[in-house]
């Protein structure tokens, strides 16, 4: 009876843990995609082309702003698994033109959450600022302005800055996350398609997939920055005559490549990247970004904005 008992414990045991095994794995597990970065000792698309058709890859492009990478994808190879296809890696790493050759893996990143405070006796402190946007939500803003309160945790002194002229006028801002709405109607004037593209699905629209419910992130980090101010409609940004670019990144499969391809976008052009996500914020959990994504981060501090990074 006694070992019944323990072979019942056992199967318990076994059950829970292998639940939270399979959790662990789905989320913080390597997998293996069918993309790989590589790095040939030329710029040359063709090359690219025909390095890769000769090793049973598909050139996909170049990556980001890092001259001589390219994304090669085979496609006979599975896009998410748990074994690495090291018998593809090695005919790269053996070619002649080949310098680096990396088969990527997915990455896990979460958006940054906020709650909403709402402190009752902020209240009796909003009306002398009522008047200055016909916005509705402004009022409601009390960490823009004076509002009576100047712990470190409340108001940030926007307004002063606004009230001399410091609106973000003449300056570019890009939203890395899920997604920007650009047809939003406090969105729709200061949005920059110049300073927007999808990485995802590798096209010039950062609109976020409208089937998933959580696809507001990006939307409502762009609003933060840039809502139109003055119009009747919702809020004011903090910056609300910038202009507002969106580069959809967070709504697919991301590896070292897609990273890169976001935060390495058209830097010469974009003013400022926001970036409100990270690995798992639990406290414990610690993520940077990999060899690509810290090469397209130092190009664009280094060379970016034409050389601007003073």
């Known amino acids: 009876m006694t070992s019944q008992y323990i072979l ?18 789905e989320t913080d597990g390597t997998f293996y995609t069918n993309s790989w970065a590589v790095q040939l000792d030329t710029h040359d698309e063709a090359l690219a082309d025909e390095v890769a058709a000769k090793l049973g890859f598909e050139n996909r492009g170049a990556i980001a702003n890092l001259p001589g990478y390219f994304k090669f994808v085979h496609q006979q190879t599975e896009a998410r698994q748990k074994r690495s296809a090291d018998h593809h890696t090695w005919p790269l790493l053996e070619h002649p033109r080949v310098r680096w050759a990396k088969q990527q ?46 712990e470190a945790s409340g108001n940030l002194g926007v307004l002063k800055a606004t009230k001399l002229g410091y609106t973000g006028k003449g300056i570019v801002v890009s939203i890395v996350d899920d997604g920007l709405d650009h047809r939003h109607p406090d969105l729709k004037r200061n949005y920059d ?11 010039d629209d950062p609109l976020p997939d409208d089937s998933k419910l959580d696809n507001a992130h990006g939307t409502k980090c762009s609003g933060e920055v840039a809502a139109e101010a003055d119009n009747g409609i919702c809020g004011v940004g903090v910056a ?21 391809n976001a935060l390495g976008f058209n830097c010469d052009y974009i003013d400022i990247k926001s970036a409100s996500w990270g690995p798992k914020d639990d406290g414990k959990t610690f993520g940077a970004p990999e060899e690509l994504g810290s090469k397209a981060i130092k190009n664009c501090a280094l060379q970016g904005r034409n050389g601007l990074y003073l």
């Open 240 to 260: 609300y005559d910038a202009s507002i670019g969106g580069i959809r990144m967070l709504d697919g499969s991301i590896t070292d490549v897609v990273e890169a």
């Open 193 to 203: 398609k110049k300073a927007s593209r999808d990485v995802n699905d590798d096209d």
């Open 8 to 25: 019942i414990g056992l199967l318990l045991w076994l059950a829970v843990h292998a639940d939270q095994n399979f959790e662990n794995d």
């Open 105 to 150: 893996t997915q990455l896990f990143r979460y958006k940054r959450g906020f709650e909403a405070l709402e402190r009752t006796e902020r209240l009796a402190h909003i009306q002398k600022n009522r008047e200055l946007f016909n916005d509705p939500e402004w009022p409601k803003q009390w960490y823009l302005y004076d509002s009576g309160f100047q």
